[in-house]
């Protein structure tokens, strides 16, 4: 049996991120809102995922979200065959861990956000 971790990254746009901060929750953007569920990534897929779909945004914001908070995550074969989390119920900002604006590394890798 697969262990997954128990966190997982949302990335949002400033705005969205500020609607999770006035509302508590966040139904998901356009593409999640299509697919029928929130994108999430692991920490190693992060900034791939970064790289990959949000290529040439400014003011992008980066949640760590805690999975064991839901019920409805389901690991799903995406890009590569890898596994990634995907949520089935909105986003509730009771749920994240930590968030804050995306940042890099020197090497380029999107940096996880602390708490506090």
């Known amino acids: ?4 971790p128990q966190t997982a990254y949302k990335v949002l746009t400033a705005d969205q ?5 006035a509302e508590g929750r966040f139904a998901g953007a356009p593409v999640d809102l299509a697919d029928g569920y929130i994108h999430l990534s ?3 897929q992060l900034t791939e995922t970064v790289d990959r779909h949000f290529a040439g945004q400014a003011d992008l914001w980066v949640a760590a979200v805690d999975l ?3 019920r409805t995550v389901k690991w799903e074969d995406s890009r590569g065959g890898q596994l990634f989390p995907h949520l089935y119920e909105p986003l509730l900002l009771e749920t994240l861990v ?6 890099r590394d020197e090497d380029g890798r999107v940096r ?3 708490a506090g």
């Open 112 to 114: 996880l956000p602390v």
């Open 98 to 103: 930590a968030y804050g604006p995306l940042k």
């Open 17 to 21: 991120m500020a609607k999770l901060e």
């Open 1 to 4: 049996m697969t262990t997954h």
């Open 68 to 70: 064991t908070a839901f």
């Open 42 to 44: 692991t920490a190693e």
